[in-house]
């Protein structure tokens, strides 16, 4: 039976991408914890205006902004190894912990879009994205969006052939937009029944992802 791919395991990764920051955004406060330029331009614009936007604060985004940037340092930390597989285990198990951390959290307290407990929540998951993004510097792929939508989508457009491009990975590109959106799709329709039900079902998506990434090998095209 041939085993998953570690690109298999990338895809699995976008869709959590796309779980947690429906779940973060529609049932936890109008942020996100992993798309770091939306809470970014949510902030300027609550500056701007001097408006408030929903009911995030401007130190809802700075918090997820900050627990985003520790995750991201830490990411960083477990980066400087020779053992290339075993950073990979020892990052996206860190990561585990706290979205799943997150998700008993968000059942145990039935959280919502206020609260402390909400921000315990918040800063959980942006914390394990941060260390999810830094991970992906030096693990991922290239043309394999788990985040950066615009870089990716903007590449399989300008590279099509119909513009003298040569289709450069346009599944891949492709594949991981579909993913991540179908991901946002289905977390937008589980929060409905609470912030809970979209991070379990990410959770279940990251340990599925672990046990890829950690028993396989990256191509050779690694960004």
């Excluded at 307290?109 to 830094?134: F, W």
């Excluded at 492709?174 to 179908?182: A, H, K, Q």
Aim: with cysteine; net charge positive; aromatic share 8%.
């Amino acid at each position: 039976m041939r085993r998953p791919s570690y690109l298999s395991g990338l895809l699995l990764i976008a869709a959590v991408c796309g779980l947690i920051d429906a779940a973060c955004f529609l049932a936890l406060g109008g942020v996100f914890a992993e798309i770091m330029t939306g809470n970014i331009l949510l902030l300027a614009f609550r500056i701007g205006t001097g408006q408030q936007i929903g009911d995030a604060t401007p130190l809802r985004y700075l918090a997820a902004i900050l627990a985003f940037a520790c995750g991201a340092l830490l990411g960083g930390l477990l980066m400087r190894g020779s053992d290339k597989r075993l950073e990979r285990k020892i990052g996206f198990s860190v990561e585990l912990v706290l979205v799943v951390s997150a998700m008993v959290l968000a059942f145990a307290i039935d959280a919502g879009p206020v609260g402390t407990g909400r921000d315990v929540v918040v800063s959980l998951l942006a914390c394990a994205m941060g260390i999810q993004n830094a991970l992906m510097r030096r693990h991922g792929i290239a043309d394999v969006a788990t985040n950066l939508m615009t870089v990716t989508f903007t590449g399989l457009l300008s590279e099509l052939k119909v513009v003298g491009g040569d289709n450069h990975h346009w599944l891949r590109r492709s594949g991981s937009i579909v993913i991540f959106f179908v991901g946002a799709i289905f977390g937008a329709f589980l929060t409905r029944f609470g912030a809970g039900w979209p991070l379990l079902v990410a959770s279940v998506l990251l340990t599925g992802a672990l046990a890829v990434l950690a028993t396989s090998e990256p191509p050779v095209e690694i960004t």
